[in-house]
Each structure stands twice: as structure tokens, then as C-alpha cells.
């Protein structure tokens, strides 16, 4: 019956992947708790193997829907897209509410804190030493991903690789100068409400950057084994976006947070 359908979409296959991703997400957060608990970390990097293991047959089965056997027609691709517009709309108001906390708690610092921003005794970053570079080099990784996207569309396979490779590398060199950064950090995130607000909305930046390399990067693998075309690369559209979105959170986390919350 699917061979011989009369519409333009895409009727899922029946899949076991649901089900081992609900039960892996289960036996992570039951051992995620046992570990606050109990200090026993088995059942938690169980439910990491099987969550992993979950995802990577999810996606592939997905890759091959839509390169190998012609599902993701362009009724479903548009309906792709808005999804991964909508999700990118989610994050906006993710990074949202903290920014409201943080300009909330800084543009009238309370008696607690000394009523002053950064709050007594807080010995903020310089914001023209690691946050600016980091700030370059996310810059650039958009003009790379940017080149890459352009080359794709004019089937300059060499050209697209190239580009994708340094936005990779420039994605892990960014991860690397923030680790150092944390490390070097003189205050922490309970360090008042100015720790609070400042390691938990550059951490969850960071954590998106990382998700954007691997992302990235499996487009990197995916182009090299010619699963995209001029035509059909939603995949790496996905995922160009979504690493424009992250460039645009750092710029105002670096104007608002490293410049002028300092």
C-alpha cells in the first residue's frame, strides 16, 4: 500500500525507536536520581548508552527515508522546515527568561547584593580578552557555514566540504576557550545572582554550541557520502540555521552580559 500511495506524504513506517527512547529516557532520569542519592553513577551511563544508541538508529532511519527512498517529498520538507522553525522559535523564549532575569536582577540591584551590578566582591570577565575572540570566531564560523550553504547550492562539492570542516573546527575552538574561560572564572554559579544568571545562560549557549558542532558535523559526514544535492539538503539547511540562531544568542549574550553587565 505505501508504494502505491496517491499523496504527497509521508506515512511513517512502523518504528521501535519511541519506545526504546521513552524507556531509555525513564532508566536516565531513575538514574540520574539514584546517582544524587546514592553516588552510583551504573544506571545513569546505562540510560546515556541506550539513549545514544536510540538516537543514532532514529536518525539514520531518517537519513535513509529521505535520501535513499524518496519520502521527504517537498510537501514534507516544507513541513520539516516549519518545525525547525517553530523549535528555533522555542529557544528565542528558552534564552528569553534569562535574559529577563538578568536584566531584571541588574538594572536594580537590591540590598542583598550591595545595590550595585556586578554585585561587591564579583570580579567580572574583560570582555576584550576570551569573549571578544570567541565572539570572532563565531562570526566567522557563519561566514564558513554561509559558504558552505552557497557552494552546496551551486554543487561545488570541494568548496562545501571546506566550509563545513572549518565551521566544525571553529564550533570545538570556541568549546575549548569557554572550558578555559570557566576554569579561570573567579567567581561561580553561586556566586549571587550574577553567578547564577551568567553560568546558566552562556552554559546552555555553550551546550547549544556543542549540539550545533555535532549537528554540523554529521552534515560534514552526511556530504561526503553524497547525501545531499543542489536540490535536496534540508538536513543542512536545519542545521545552518539552527547555527546562525546560536551566533545571534552570543552576540547579545557578549553586549549584554560580558560588555555591559561588567
Same mark, same amino acid.
Given at each position: 500500500?505505501?508504494?502505491?500511495?496517491?499523496?504527497?506524504?509521508? &506515512?511513517?513506517? =512502523?518504528?521501535?525507536?519511541?519506545?526504546?527512547? +521513552?524507556?531509555?529516557?525513564?532508566?536516565?532520569?531513575?538514574? #540520574?536520581?539514584?546517582?544524587?542519592?546514592?553516588?552510583?553513577?551504573?544506571?545513569? &551511563? #546505562?540510560?546515556? %548508552? /541506550?539513549?545514544i544508541l536510540t538516537m543514532y538508529q532514529w536518525w539514520r532511519d531518517v537519513c535513509r527515508e529521505?535520501?535513499?527512498?524518496?519520502?521527504?517529498?517537498?510537501l514534507v520538507s516544507k513541513g520539516l522546515q516549519w518545525g525547525m522553525i517553530l523549535f528555533i522559535?522555542?529557544?528565542?523564549?528558552?534564552?528569553?527568561?534569562? =535574559?529577563? +532575569?538578568?536584566?531584571?536582577? $541588574?538594572?536594580?540591584?537590591?540590598?542583598?547584593?550591595?545595590?550595585?551590578?556586578?554585585?561587591?566582591?564579583?570580579?567580572?570577565?574583560?570582555?576584550?580578552?576570551?569573549? #571578544?575572540?570567541?565572539? @570572532? @570566531?563565531? *562570526?566567522?564560523?557563519?561566514?564558513?557555514?554561509?559558504?558552505?550553504?552557497?557552494?552546496?547550492?551551486?554543487?561545488?562539492?570541494?568548496?562545501?566540504?571546506?566550509?563545513?570542516?572549518?565551521?566544525?573546527?571553529?564550533?570545538?575552538?570556541?568549546?575549548? #576557550?569557554?572550558?578555559?574561560?570557566?576554569?579561570? +572564572?573567579?567567581?561561580? /554559579?553561586?556566586? $549571587? @545572582?550574577?553567578?547564577?544568571?551568567?553560568?546558566?545562560?552562556?552554559? =546552555?549557549?555553550?551546550?547549544? !554550541?556543542?549540539?550545533?558542532? /555535532?549537528?554540523?558535523?554529521?552534515?560534514? *559526514?552526511?556530504?561526503?557520502?553524497?547525501?545531499?544535492?543542489?536540490?535536496?539538503?534540508?538536513?543542512?539547511? +536545519?542545521?545552518?540555521?539552527?547555527?546562525?540562531? !546560536?551566533?545571534?544568542?552570543? &552576540? %547579545?549574550?557578549? /553586549?549584554?552580559?560580558?560588555?555591559?553587565?561588567?
Amino acid at each position: 500500500m505505501m508504494n502505491n500511495q496517491n499523496h504527497p506524504y509521508h &506515512l511513517v513506517d =512502523f518504528s521501535p525507536w519511541p519506545l526504546t527512547g +521513552a524507556m531509555s529516557v525513564l532508566i536516565l532520569m531513575s538514574g #540520574l536520581i539514584k546517582w544524587f542519592h546514592m553516588f552510583n553513577m551504573n544506571m545513569l &551511563l #546505562l540510560g546515556y %548508552f /541506550i539513549t545514544i544508541l536510540t538516537m543514532y538508529q532514529w536518525w539514520r532511519d531518517v537519513c535513509r527515508e529521505g535520501t535513499f527512498q524518496g519520502k521527504h517529498t517537498i510537501l514534507v520538507s516544507k513541513g520539516l522546515q516549519w518545525g525547525m522553525i517553530l523549535f528555533i522559535i522555542s529557544e528565542v523564549f528558552f534564552f528569553l527568561s534569562f =535574559f529577563w +532575569a538578568f536584566f531584571h536582577s $541588574s538594572l536594580s540591584p537590591n540590598i542583598e547584593i550591595g545595590m550595585m551590578w556586578p554585585p561587591l566582591s564579583i570580579i567580572s570577565f574583560n570582555p576584550f580578552q576570551i569573549p #571578544l575572540l570567541n565572539t @570572532i @570566531i563565531l *562570526l566567522t564560523s557563519g561566514i564558513t557555514v554561509t559558504w558552505a550553504h552557497h557552494a552546496l547550492m551551486e554543487n561545488n562539492f570541494t568548496q562545501s566540504t571546506q566550509g563545513l570542516f572549518f565551521t566544525v573546527i571553529l564550533g570545538i575552538y570556541f568549546t575549548i #576557550l569557554q572550558m578555559y574561560e570557566y576554569y579561570e +572564572a573567579s567567581f561561580t /554559579i553561586a556566586d $549571587s @545572582i550574577y553567578g547564577s544568571t551568567f553560568f546558566m545562560a552562556t552554559g =546552555f549557549h555553550g551546550l547549544h !554550541v556543542i549540539i550545533g558542532t /555535532i549537528f554540523l558535523l554529521i552534515c560534514l *559526514l552526511r556530504h561526503i557520502n553524497n547525501h545531499f544535492s543542489m536540490n535536496h539538503h534540508f538536513g543542512f539547511e +536545519a542545521a545552518a540555521w539552527y547555527w546562525h540562531f !546560536v551566533d545571534v544568542v552570543w &552576540l %547579545f549574550l557578549y /553586549i549584554s552580559m560580558y560588555w555591559w553587565g561588567s
